[in-house]
């Protein structure tokens, strides 16, 4: 028998053998959640909501909630110095009565345009709750908010 095919079963054999060894794996289930399946705020309180029959909106319309930000940025140094470009992404939840709270980064560039991008947020407008069959809930947002060098 070649060796190279007894070492390929003797592999195999090994493989089968630990796999009959390891521990059953739970089956889990994922859902993404729905207007009916709300998840738990960070303060664990109230339910938070990732859809909803109408989203959270900026009280003064999306495109002046967007200029606010942009005209509150100021591009870090060090982003500028190292060429830093890209999109932060910063997670808050808007809630019943239109406050933000639990405002994070979720996916940063680093450089000081994580913080920048959070300071931006944290000072902008109020929001109009999100709604579901008429009634105000509270809903997790995600913000991509761009850095582009000229």
Not at 21 to 30: G, H, I, L, V
Not at 42 to 52: C, F, H, M, R, S
Not at 116 to 134: C, D, E, S, T
Request: aromatic letters at 6%.
């Amino acid at each position: 028998m070649n060796t190279m095919h007894v070492t390929r079963m003797g592999a195999l054999f090994a493989l089968c053998l630990l796999l009959s060894c390891s521990p059953a794996r739970e089956e889990t289930k994922t859902t993404t959640p729905t207007a009916e399946q709300p998840q738990e705020s960070a303060a664990g309180d109230e339910e938070v909501y990732t859809i909803a029959d109408e989203v959270a909106s900026p009280v003064d319309g999306m495109d002046a909630f967007q200029q606010k930000i942009m005209g509150a940025i100021v591009y870090p140094k060090e982003a500028r110095e190292k060429n830093v470009s890209g999109t932060v992404y910063v997670e808050f939840v808007v809630r019943k009565d239109g406050s933000m709270t639990d405002v994070r980064v979720v996916r940063g560039i680093g450089s000081g345009c994580d913080e920048a991008a959070l300071m931006a947020v944290r000072g902008a407008a109020k929001w109009n709750p999100a709604r579901i069959k008429g009634e105000a809930v509270n809903q997790r947002m995600v913000l991509p908010v761009n850095f582009k060098l000229p």
